[in-house]
T-cell receptor, first 114, second 119 residues
Framework: GQQLNQSPQSMFIQEGEDVSMNCTSS?????WLWYKQEPGEGPVLLIA?????ELTSNGRLTAQFGITRKDSFLNISASIPSDVGIYFC??????????????FGTGTLLAVQP | DGGITQSPKYLFRKEGQNVTLSCEQN?????MYWYRQDPGQGLRLIYY???????QKGDIAEGYSVSREKKESFPLTVTSAQKNPTAFYLC??????????????????FGPGTRLTVL
């Protein structure tokens, strides 16, 4: 199955630093979703994006739907230790009646040093 | 509280045995999904169901079976035909099984997962 290219694969940062990660695809998406997964748990939806160019925030998290519809970015400002986890992007290809299957990125592991 | 529950959290199985993982949701969602996650990897789709009494194979359906007799339940059976069953299994649901409605219908919500280990 298809997977999105997500980078970086891992990040080891100091508390208080800002974080950026992105996902790219060769296909055009109509929806981008960003999830966070903590060890041994299911992913939790952080931000949903529906429109090219859209910029959406959720607290210290900001995500953007790329203008080309082939990429998306997630930024975390002023990181804290509880930001630790794996961040996944997911995209939805379909339009008008297409199956609601998501394509997932390979994940970015974030570690925050207090 | 509305949500998705999976049970058990941890499951051990001997080689050659079938085992069934439970997934229940009370969100009144039409669509449900099963994913497999291996260490350091993303999510791979096993089966999905857009509506009761209907389901389709995902990308890695071999060695797995499902049923969807009730809207709120989508159990997954890992059969002895699955060669490498040890993994973390995630169930998800979404409002609808197809787009064409609100964009929010694309959003999938996940359960806490079941870790299956084959001994």
């Amino acid at each position: 199955g298809q997977q999105l290219n997500q980078s970086p694969q891992s990040m080891f940062i100091q508390e208080g630093e800002d974080v950026s990660m992105n996902c790219t695809s060769s296909s055009i998406f109509n929806t981008w979703l960003w999830y966070k997964q903590e060890p041994g748990e299911g992913p939790v939806l952080l931000i949903a994006l529906y429109k090219a160019g859209e910029l959406t925030s959720n607290g210290r998290l900001t995500a953007q739907f790329g203008i080309t519809r082939k990429d998306s970015f997630l930024n975390i400002s002023a990181s804290i230790p509880s930001d630790v986890g794996i961040y996944f992007c997911a995209g939805h290809l379909g339009f008008g009646g297409a199956t609601n299957k998501l394509i997932f990125g390979t994940g970015t592991l974030l570690a925050v040093q207090p | 509280d509305g949500g998705i529950t999976q049970s058990p959290k941890y499951l051990f199985r001997k080689e050659g045995q079938n085992v069934t993982l439970s997934c229940e949701q009370n969100l009144n969602h039409d669509a449900m999904y099963w994913y497999r996650q291996d260490p350091g990897q993303g999510l791979r789709l096993i089966y999905y169901s857009q509506i009761v009494n209907d389901f389709q194979k995902g990308d890695i359906a071999e060695g797995y079976s499902v049923s969807r007799e009730k809207k709120e339940s989508f159990p997954l059976t890992v059969t002895s035909a699955q060669k490498n069953p040890t993994a973390f299994y995630l169930c998800a649901s979404s409002i609808a099984g197809t787009s064409g409605g609100l964009n929010s219908y694309n959003e999938q919500f996940f359960g806490p997962g079941t870790r299956l280990t084959v001994l």
